[in-house]
C-alpha cells in the first residue's frame, strides 16, 4: 500500500494552481474529467522527495452533485487521502475484517478500482483505496513524459498555469486527532504506515513511495489540519483551497 495523494476541494482551482505551480514550482501530471467533477494532480517537488496534490472542481454535476454538496456543507478544503493497493479485493476483506464498511465500491473498471471510507470510522478524513493500472510508468519517467510533451489531459479542462516558481518540496499531511492512539493505529495498521519519528503528542509515519502523515494530539474534530512544505527561504503561511499551507524548516 502507498499513500499517493492528498485531494482538495475547491469551486474553482485558478488560484491553488497559480500558488502551486507559481509559489511552489509544482509540476501540473495530468488530469480528465468524471461525473461530478474533474481533477487534476500536481507533483510539489521531484522524483525523489515531495508528494502528490490533486485538486478537485465540481463539473457535470448533473450527473453526480457529490462534490458541489461537499463545498456546500463544508466549504473548500482538503476532501480525501488516496492509498493506491496491489489487490483491492483482497484489502477490502482486510477493512471488513476490521470491522469498518466501505462506501461507492466500484470493481468494473480493470484500470481503475475503488472504495471509500468514511471520516467517521477513519478519525475524520475520507480515504480513497484503489487499485489502478500502471499506465504512466514509475515517477521519474512521468516527470520526463510530463517535461518533454506537458501533462497528460484527458482532456486538459484547467486554466493556463503561471511560469513555476522556485521548486518547493510537499513535506508532509498533518492531521489533529482528539485520540492518537487510536489514529495512530489505523494509520500504521490497516493503512501500513511506517513509523519513523514520534515525540510528545505527534507521530509521524511514511509510505513506500516518500510520501508522509504526521499525527499530532489535540481537541476537536479529528481530519487534516494543514499541509507543510519546504522552499528555501521560506517560511510563510497561506489559505489555499481552503487549506493551510505552511513553510517548515526541519
Known amino acids: 500500500m502507498d499513500l499517493d495523494h492528498v485531494a482538495l476541494a475547491t469551486a474553482d482551482v485558478t488560484d491553488a494552481l497559480d500558488f502551486f505551480v507559481g509559489r511552489l514550482g509544482g509540476t501540473i501530471l495530468f488530469g480528465g474529467q468524471g461525473p461530478g467533477f474533474r481533477p487534476m494532480t500536481l507533483r510539489i517537488g521531484d522524483a525523489h522527495e515531495g508528494m502528490n496534490v490533486e485538486l478537485l472542481e465540481p463539473w457535470d454535476t448533473h450527473r453526480s452533485d457529490f462534490l458541489a454538496r461537499f463545498l456546500e456543507r ?55 483505496l484503489a487499485q489502478a493500472a500502471d499506465i504512466f510508468g514509475d515517477r521519474a519517467e512521468l516527470l520526463a513524459h510530463v517535461a518533454d510533451h506537458g501533462p497528460r489531459g484527458n482532456p486538459a479542462w484547467w486554466p493556463p498555469a503561471p511560469p513555476a516558481g522556485p521548486r518547493a518540496s510537499m513535506r508532509r499531511v498533518v492531521i489533529g486527532t482528539p485520540s ?10 490497516l493503512l501500513e504506515g511506517e513509523e519513523i519519528e514520534s515525540g510528545e503528542g ?49
Not at 113 to 125: C, D, I, K, W, Y
Open 74 to 128: 463544508d466549504g473548500e478544503g482538503p476532501h480525501h487521502l488516496t492509498f493506491k493497493v496491489p489487490d483491492l479485493r483482497a484489502t477490502l476483506e482486510r477493512v471488513g475484517d476490521a470491522g469498518l464498511h466501505p462506501v461507492n465500491v466500484d470493481l468494473s473498471n480493470p484500470a481503475w478500482m475503488e472504495a471509500f471510507l468514511h471520516p467517521r470510522e477513519v478519525q475524520g478524513t475520507v480515504v480513497q
Open 180 to 189: 492518537l492512539p487510536e489514529t495512530r493505529s489505523l494509520y500504521t495498521g
Open 202 to 250: 505527534w507521530v509521524e509515519l511514511a509510505w513506500p513511495g516518500g510520501a508522509r502523515v504526521r499525527l499530532e494530539s489535540r481537541g476537536g474534530a479529528p481530519g487534516v489540519d494543514r499541509l507543510e512544505y519546504r522552499q528555501p527561504g521560506s517560511r510563510r503561511e497561506d489559505l489555499i483551497a481552503g487549506t493551510r499551507l505552511v513553510a517548515v524548516v526541519d
